[in-house]
């Protein structure tokens, strides 16, 4: 085995994505090159290449990462909770919590979006997506539809958008993202 091959083996996906995501959240997403990724690992450019077609695939795996992150926080938010508005409650703070403790990877998930990246159109974000959708339906009492689903979604978005940059976490926020919560529970409860 060539020693450039045993450095490509040893190098796995999860330690450049790792990288990676230091970069970017120092960085703005034109002034990472896969360059000084490589540097920092200690290898070469090409071995990143080995795992990374370019420098959009590497972003939207780090993106991915932020999704899986989320969706474990609305599975989280759910598992101790007894009652359906305290569950939609969870996963209302449970979202603008996310958002607001990461708001550089929010950033990236949700408003970044260029002629190459756009991860709103990844499948990851997609992925999210329906996760949300299935946790309100699978919570709710009433069957929701699409719209007031798609709705509760935009407005907790708008809600993590405003403050974004104005708090640097949640708990400046948590005591009105849960009044927001609360007035999205009303909005959307049918009884």
């Known amino acids: 085995m060539t020693a450039r091959k045993k450095a490509m083996e040893e ?9 990676a995501n230091r ?13 000084a990724i490589a540097k920092e690992l200690g290898c070469s450019h090409g071995a990143i290449y080995y795992h990374f ?16 992150e989320l969706n474990k926080k609305l599975d989280a938010s759910i598992m101790n909770v007894a009652n359906v508005e305290q569950k939609m409650m ?13 708001q550089s990877q929010y950033e990236f998930m949700f408003i970044m979006r260029n002629e190459n990246t756009d991860p709103l159109n990844h499948q990851a974000s997609k992925t999210s997506y329906m996760k949300f959708e299935e946790t309100l339906q699978k919570i709710s009492e009433d069957e929701l539809n699409s719209f007031e689903i798609y709705a509760t979604f935009m407005a907790l978005h708008g809600f993590v958008s405003h403050y974004r940059g104005r708090v640097s976490n949640y708990l400046e926020a948590s005591d009105d993202a849960k009044l927001f919560a ?6 959307l409860d049918k009884k």
């Open 53 to 68: 077609t370019n420098k959009n695939e590497l972003f939207f795996a780090v993106v991915e990462k932020y999704f899986d």
């Open 23 to 35: 970069h970017f959240l120092l960085n703005d997403f034109h002034k990472v090159s896969m360059r």
């Open 11 to 19: 190098l796995t996906k999860e330690m450049i994505v790792e990288t």
């Open 90 to 102: 969870e996963v209302f703070a449970g979202f603008i919590e996310f958002g607001l403790n990461h």
């Open 182 to 187: 609360q007035f999205l529970w009303k909005a």
